[in-house]
């Protein structure tokens, strides 16, 4: 039994379109991957799945062995955090404070446990002196980085980023980065929805969707040696791969192209 | 002139006692015309209240800004007409979210037009190209724009703002949540727009890639100061841009990791692939 377990599932908004068609996928414990695809290719919809927004027309989403229904919702919020795409749809309090506390309430934090997570993952996040601020008032990169450190603070054993970096400065997102690799050799699962492929790259496992299908799911070294699958998902190779790929004589670049592809995989 | 700011600062109100200094002392001048602007720096550092200077969106709380000839201060000011003030300088926001109100598509993005009195069966013409052009084909005309992808939402955003043919184009972030090759044909368009009628255009990105490969000219903005003002030639040879929480592109990145790791004789400072490739291909003949 895998620690997520999708298994012939649509999902449809309307009744009519089906937008997740047909999804088989399991998810080990502690594995890092990445989901990737065009717009509209249903990475968000899925993410909805996982956590119970969203109810399949179709098939199971199962969590640790328990499938979710309306009734196990709960529990299994308590075992799985997501970050939206859109961290003005995570925002519910007054303050910053408020806003990174809200997701543990939940979860039997007592008290003062609270106050300290609240100050390690605001300070984390490198919002910490902004944790009497209304959400409202803050720029797009710190209201991403407020919804991050609710998250961070749940401390549930998976973790899904739907494009929860998109709007960091490449500093923090490196930074959050590498919090994040912690908390994967820690065991955690994450789940990482993202256009980025050089943050797609720190994942193990590649997941690429189109047209509301998985496209290809794979280890990253084995996916990116088919820039076919990339071109036909709206994808952008790496580009020291591009660079070893339009190298193409193998006798002067040989050694140049080997390296090209070991940095790229040796973050 | 387009735009002109004269030591500008504002603040935003805190609560009744103090305020928050969000950007200071900025002065800085667009030309109407084949202006290719970066404007990056940290999360928090002024970009998007710098733009929301560009169409009189906020007002300064000190100093001035010239928009197309109006000078817009402190205070209202009765003879200048601020809705024409956004014909001439269109602003996308971060946020699709905040810019998307109407229950279709197709109504939100005729809005620019038919307020800028565009007769309504043109702006249904205008709504239907401009769909195409953001890459989302006409079926989302009836869509409800609150129903779609965020990246779909980003599109619509931008299209909202094209449909009404503004003088100059100020982007706030136009690619985030694009998926890579939406990115590349945005940026494409944006381009294209330029060549064919030499609108200036201001993108805010945290996307070095895209500001080496694109703009003539890159503004750095840091706790609310402008420090860099230069083309990106020069700002990506500085060895400082750490400390502003910034980054080098990939090219320079990974042509610097080749030059280190073989000792090549490498002119690391290319702007897309074709040029990268040329530069190997050099230094390793030598
Ligand atoms: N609330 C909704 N009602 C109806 N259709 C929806 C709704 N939300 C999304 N859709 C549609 O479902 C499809 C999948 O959307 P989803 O948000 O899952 O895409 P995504 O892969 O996350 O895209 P993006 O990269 O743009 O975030 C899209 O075509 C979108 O228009
Ligand atoms: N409505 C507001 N009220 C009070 N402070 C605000 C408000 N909007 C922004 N600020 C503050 O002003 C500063 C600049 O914000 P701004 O949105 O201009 O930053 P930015 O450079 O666009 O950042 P990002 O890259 O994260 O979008 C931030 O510190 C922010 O917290
Ligand atoms: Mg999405
Ligand atoms: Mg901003």
Not at chain 1, 182 to 210: C, F, N, P, S, Y
Not at chain 2, 34 to 59: V, Y
Not at chain 2, 143 to 168: Q, T, W, Y
Request: proline share 4%.
């Amino acid at each position: 039994m895998s620690h997520i377990d999708i298994r012939d599932m649509s999902f449809t908004y309307t009744g009519k379109r089906m937008i997740l068609k047909d999804i088989n996928l399991q998810i080990e414990q502690g594995e890092w991957v990445a989901i990737l695809g065009h717009n509209g290719s249903g990475k968000s919809t899925l993410a909805k799945t996982l956590v119970g927004l969203l109810e399949p027309a179709q098939g199971t989403v199962a969590i640790a062995g328990t499938i979710i229904t309306p009734e196990t919702t709960p529990a299994i919020r308590k075992q799985i955090g997501i970050v939206f795409q859109n961290p003005d749809n995570q925002f519910v309090g007054v303050t910053v404070r408020d806003d990174i506390a809200f997701g543990m309430e939940n979860l039997c934090v007592s008290r003062e446990e609270m106050l300290e997570r609240i100050a390690f993952f605001a300070k984390k996040v490198g919002m910490e002196k902004y944790l009497d601020k209304e959400p409202a008032s803050l720029s797009g990169g710190q209201k991403q980085r407020v919804a991050i450190a609710g998250i961070l603070a749940m401390q549930t054993g998976i973790m899904i980023f739907d494009e929860a970096t998109s709007m960091l400065d490449p500093y923090a997102r490196e930074d959050l980065m590498k919090y994040i690799r912690q908390l994967h050799q820690e065991g955690l699962t994450i789940i990482m929805i993202t256009h980025e492929i050089e943050e797609a790259l720190l994942a193990d496992r590649l997941v690429i969707m189109k047209e509301g299908k998985i496209f290809a799911d794979g280890r990253k070294e084995e996916l990116l040696k088919q820039p076919e699958v990339f071109a036909q998902s709206a994808l952008v190779m790496p580009l020291a791969l591009q660079m070893a790929m339009q190298l193409d004589d193998e006798a002067t670049f040989g050694e140049v192209k080997a390296f090209l592809w070991e940095s790229t995989f040796a973050k | 002139m387009g735009i002109h700011f004269r030591e500008v600062s504002f603040h935003y109100p805190q609560n009744q006692l103090t305020f928050y200094q969000a950007i200071a002392d900025i002065t800085l001048q667009i030309a109407k015309q084949d202006e290719f602007i970066c404007l990056i720096g940290r999360t928090g550092s002024g970009k998007s209240t710098l733009a929301q200077h560009m169409n009189a969106l906020l007002l300064p709380t000190e100093g001035s800004v010239e928009i197309f000839g109006s000078l817009i201060t402190n205070k209202r000011d009765k003879k200048i007409n601020y809705n024409l003030l956004r014909k001439h300088v269109g602003l996308v926001f971060q946020f699709p979210e905040y810019q998307l109100f109407e229950e279709t598509v197709e109504k939100d993005i005729m809005f620019g037009p038919l307020n800028f009195h565009v007769p309504p069966e043109q702006a249904k013409q205008i709504a239907s190209e401009t769909i195409k052009l953001v890459g989302l084909d006409e079926t989302y005309l009836k869509r409800n724009p609150f129903n779609l992808s965020g990246g779909e939402k980003k599109r619509v955003s931008i299209a909202g703002i094209l449909a009404f043919d503004p003088d100059i184009l100020v982007l706030d972030e136009p690619t985030s949540g694009l998926d890579p090759q939406g990115k590349i044909q945005m940026m494409e368009l944006f381009k294209a727009i330029q060549a064919k009628t030499g609108k200036s255009i201001i993108i805010i990105t945290h996307d070095m890639d895209l500001v080496y490969e694109h703009a003539s000219r890159v503004i750095v903005l840091h706790d609310g100061s402008l420090i860099y003002d230069e083309s990106p030639e020069v700002l990506f040879r500085r060895g400082d841009l750490e400390q502003f929480h910034l980054q080098y592109p990939n090219t320079i990145k990974v042509l610097s990791a080749l030059r280190d790791r073989f000792g090549l004789d490498l002119d690391i400072y290319q702007k897309n692939l074709p040029d990268a490739l040329l530069a190997i291909k050099k230094a390793v003949a030598r």
